[in-house]
């Protein structure tokens, strides 16, 4: 039942994608400035066919409807509803159609919201948006059919992993979809800027407020993931460099620097090709790490449903993709005469973007360095963090001064006073950075840098806040809560990493470990036995040597019955000054429990800095509507 | 004769080309530096020249009954059923960590037969086997 109404809704996708496809071709070329009427309604049913495929999905899960293979292989019986309903998408096949639902709804957002601009352009857009959806449909129906079905229909299914059933990774891929997908929008759009001579700022202003909503969403989804990363996978850190988290970083690099460069695009007219460039690359990059991902080729912690048969298609759509942008950039791009004002606002942006590139192009190589190797020559390798720690992490300095001192300067010229005011902020940097330095503990001269670097660009972002609450500067205050943040999280990151303690022991029950700042006595272990799993909780008295205080914390081995698996779940404690980290494991049964114990300061900061970046987008995106 | 325009678009484009070619070799060096080379426990046996100290991979399976637990660490046999490796290591183990399952350790190699681990990779989903163990298994076990 369900599974031929989702398939039928599909397939009403498919023919609406085809239809709008052809009457925008013929409204294409008569010449009257409006889009006729029935290309609006017809993206008005395909989003409504779309969404509506979506729910049908989300009810056969919610409902347990086992005739759906993909439900069947997803999800159980016994299931709290929550994880019913957060398995649609916590698979391949429901992935790709809430994929699919955000190019569609973006697509028609996009048809209503853009009005004030040339009809060509937006008809062009549409245009590549509909073989965008196209594309996908025919790798949905044909590869990953969420609504294929299955006889005899099983009596029960298999299973979410459980692992994954959690709050954190319920809401991240969505979060993450919607920034990465939303990408899309931009890519058709800048390819209709191409062929319908549609650029400059008229262009800028019609997709800014696309980069900076998906921009938000991707900042969002990356943190989200990195928060289930660090109290789920039981080692403590939040970034691994892990293939998958590098994946979801391409696309933000790039779209960090379009955001930047768009500036330029919508105030002086210049960049227009580097825009272009920029808006093409960030869904390129983004499909390229799905690609990656899903097709099991980068070998990761935390892949999840991988399929080589998957790559293929999705290799040949991206070959197509780029090799169709290209073709059109080159035939269709107009040269155009290009100043540069060395002290304006400009060079600043450019810096940004040269440093993106840089991070990407870093990322981008170790990340694919180990494939090439291997299919080249068969020999096995794997780029682990310090690659990326040593390439990155230095130039992280000089990245945050130019930071701290770009929205200083004027768009045009700049006088050379402000410089006079610089200097006595990075005196301030340094002496706070000696403060810590001498009162808390030493560390390397790159460390040295990174703080006075941050703390530089916190205290500028500070001067910026004040002049706003004087009400000089209006409209910056999105800009300052970002690089407000992440100068905070570089500082805090650096904080974290410089007085970090990590301990591993192993323990029997009723054994007392000492470590020079805590005393840890595993008490007793308990059974808890729950609907979904049973657990073994130990229970560990935790005593602060320095200050006599007294705190328990229960890790737990859980053991999940649907499907079989083992987790281990972290015992966090979370201060404004710092995490008590502990996890325990065991092997074997053996009557020792492994234990990692962790001290971390500063992590609740982390991501409240983290989140403040993305913050900043949103109010962004909220100010700019104010002022229209 | 060269205007003051072209001859500012010259120098620029030069030092953006000497930044890339500086930015690109200290990627490479980097990279060079810090690639960690899989290995089975027969290939590190046959091969002669092999770097002690060096960060690297090792990956097999967990012989049967070879695990053994103390205060302070795990120690365990890696085999690929042609040659084994002691392995070493402190802390949690991953959930899917255990006897004839596959497993691939990263550290460092003290001599031919003893290696010890840093960190301990296993993969989330229980039927997943690692590709590079699945190569090795399947060439040894006829």
Redesign the interface.
């Known amino acids: 039942m369900l599974s031929n109404i989702g398939i039928g809704l599909i397939a009403s996708t498919l023919i609406l994608s085809f239809l709008i496809i052809y009457i925008a071709i013929l409204n294409l070329k008569i010449s009257r400035q409006v889009i006729e009427k029935n290309i609006y309604k017809l993206s008005l049913f395909q989003t409504t066919f779309t969404v509506l495929s979506f729910f049908v999905l989300i009810i056969g899960f919610i409902s347990s409807d086992f005739s759906l293979i993909n439900v069947y292989e997803n999800s159980h019986t016994t299931k709290p509803l929550f994880y019913k309903i957060a398995g649609t998408w916590g698979n391949h096949e429901g992935s790709l159609l809430l994929w699919v639902n955000i190019l569609v709804i973006f697509s028609y957002l996009f048809l209503v919201f853009s009005h004030a601009h040339d009809k060509k352009f937006r008809l062009y857009t549409l245009i590549f948006q509909n073989i965008l959806i196209l594309g996908f449909l025919f790798f949905l129906l044909l590869n990953s059919n969420p609504f294929n079905s299955i006889y005899p229909i099983p009596l029960e299914g298999l299973g979410l ?1 459980p ?1 994954l059933q959690d709050p954190a990774l319920a809401v991240h891929p969505p979060l993450l979809y919607v920034g990465f997908v939303g990408c899309s929008i931009y890519f058709s759009a800048a390819m209709a800027s191409l062929l319908s001579d549609y650029g400059g700022k008229l262009f800028a202003q019609s997709i800014k407020n696309w980069v900076k909503i998906s921009w938000c969403f991707q900042t969002l989804g990356i943190i989200v993931g990195s928060i289930w990363a660090y109290y789920e996978l ?2 403590g850190g939040f970034w691994f460099w892990d293939p998958v988290e590098n994946a979801s970083l391409l696309p933000w690099f790039a779209i960090t620097a379009l955001m930047h460069s768009l500036i330029v695009l919508e105030k002086r007219d210049t960049l227009y090709a580097w825009v272009i460039i920029l808006c093409l690359s960030t869904f390129i990059l983004s499909v390229t790490g799905t690609f990656l991902v899903r097709s099991g080729i980068l ?1 990761s ?4 449903a991988s399929d080589p048969s998957r790559g293929l298609y999705i290799l040949f759509f991206l070959s197509l993709m780029i090799f169709s942008a290209l073709t059109i950039f080159f035939l269709k791009y107009k040269k155009k005469s290009y100043n ?1 004002n060395l002290k304006s606002k400009e060079t600043f942006i450019l810096a940004n973007n ?1 440093f993106m590139a ?1 991070f990407l ?2 990322v981008l ?2 990340m694919l ?2 494939i090439f190797l291997d299919v080249l020559t068969n ?6 963090p ?2 990326f720690n ?2 990155i992490i230095p130039l992280v300095v000089p990245f945050m001064f130019l930071m701290g001192i770009g929205p200083k300067f004027g768009w045009i010229k700049s006088k050379n006073k402000i410089l006079n005011k610089f200097f006595f902020v990075i005196l301030g940097a340094i002496a706070i950075n000696l403060f810590i330095f001498y009162f808390f503990g030493k560390y390397s001269l790159l460390s040295n840098l990174i703080f006075i670097a941050a703390i530089f660009l916190i205290l500028h972002s500070l001067l910026d806040i004040k002049k706003f609450i004087n009400n000089k500067n209006k409209n910056e205050l999105p800009r300052i809560i970002s690089h407000l943040g992440f100068g905070l999280l570089v500082f805090f990151i650096g904080i974290n990493h410089q007085f970090s303690f990590e301990e ?4 029997k029950v009723g054994e007392i470990k000492k470590t020079n700042k805590y005393q840890i006595n595993f008490k007793n272990i308990e059974i808890k036995d729950t609907k979904n799993y049973k657990a073994v909780i130990g229970v560990f008295k935790l005593e602060n040597l320095k200050n006599n205080l007294v705190q328990y914390l229960n890790p737990e ?1 859980r053991i999940y019955s649907n ?6 779940e972290a015992a966090i404690k979370t201060k404004i000054t710092s995490d008590l980290y502990l ?3 065991n ?2 049964r ?1 009557e ?1 429990y ?3 114990f962790q001290d971390k300061p500063f992590m609740i900061w982390i991501w409240i800095s983290s989140i403040m970046i993305a913050f900043g987008g949103f109010t962004r995106l909220t100010f700019k509507k104010n002022e229209d | 004769m060269l205007t003051k325009k072209i001859k500012n678009r010259i120098f620029f484009l030069i030092f953006i080309f000497l930044i890339s070619i500086v930015a690109i070799s200290f990627i490479i060096k980097s990279l060079n530096k810090n690639i960690l080379y899989f290995s089975s426990p027969t290939a590190i046996k046959q091969t002669e020249d092999i770097l002690f100290g060096k960060a690297m991979r090792v990956g097999g399976m967990v012989k049967k009954d070879s695990i053994t637990i103390n205060q302070k660490n795990i120690q365990f046999i890696v085999t690929d059923f042609e040659n084994e490796i002691s392995i070493s290591y402190s802390g949690t183990v991953p959930s899917l960590f255990a006897e004839e399952k596959g497993v691939v350790a990263e550290g460092r190699l003290t001599d031919k037969n003893f290696f010890v681990a840093d960190r301990i990779l296993a993969k989330h989903d229980e039927n997943y086997m690692p590709p590079e163990i699945k190569e090795i298994i399947e060439k040894n076990v006829k």
């Open positions: 992993n692992i039981g080692w070998n912690v935390h892949t999840f540069l040269w840089f192009i870093t190589t170790g360095y180990p020999v096995k390798i794997s780029v682990g310090p690659f040593i390439v591993d022991f192993n323990l081995i499907p079989e698996t083992l987790t281990y996890t325990m494991s092997v074997s053996s020792y492994n234990i990692k």
